[in-house]
């Protein structure tokens, strides 16, 4: 038996608007548009996994159970492209550490993790 990894499903107030600000927060170019009530983001139309949106009437409440980490080239100007975009803060009780928590504008969190290392180094 072998599995493939398709999708994250995501909860949503607004599953458009927080698909397209992942797309643009991700750089991802493919929106599968197959149900008026769901939004998939994928890095390309053949790349899994995507990121799959679906409304609820609740609002976040809780700190996630599960969560995106990033790795950028340049952790400090990411954090600010992010919450350029709408990203807030968040504080889940990481302390001072090398990433910074973040959330997006539903509240979800994410990491975005220490630079990259350079070449070489």
């Avoid at 548009?33 to 390309?44: A, L, N, Q, T, V």
């Avoid at 679906?54 to 992010?82: M, Q, T, W, Y």
Wanted: glycine share 8%.
């Amino acid at each position: 038996m072998a599995l493939e990894w398709e999708q994250l499903v995501v909860d949503a107030r607004d599953g458009n608007a927080l698909a397209h600000w992942w797309q643009e927060a991700l750089g991802w170019t493919y929106l599968v548009e197959s149900d008026p009530d769901e939004f998939e983001i994928r890095p390309s139309e053949d790349r899994f996994p995507g990121l799959l949106f679906i409304p609820v009437p609740e609002s976040k409440a809780i700190k996630n159970r599960l969560h995106l980490d990033f790795r950028p080239d340049d952790r400090d100007a990411e954090v600010e492209r992010l919450t350029g975009l709408g990203a807030t803060r968040a504080d889940v009780g990481q302390g001072d550490e090398t990433w910074v928590v973040l959330a997006d504008p539903e509240g979800n969190e994410f990491c975005v993790l220490s630079s990259k290392p350079s070449v070489g180094a």
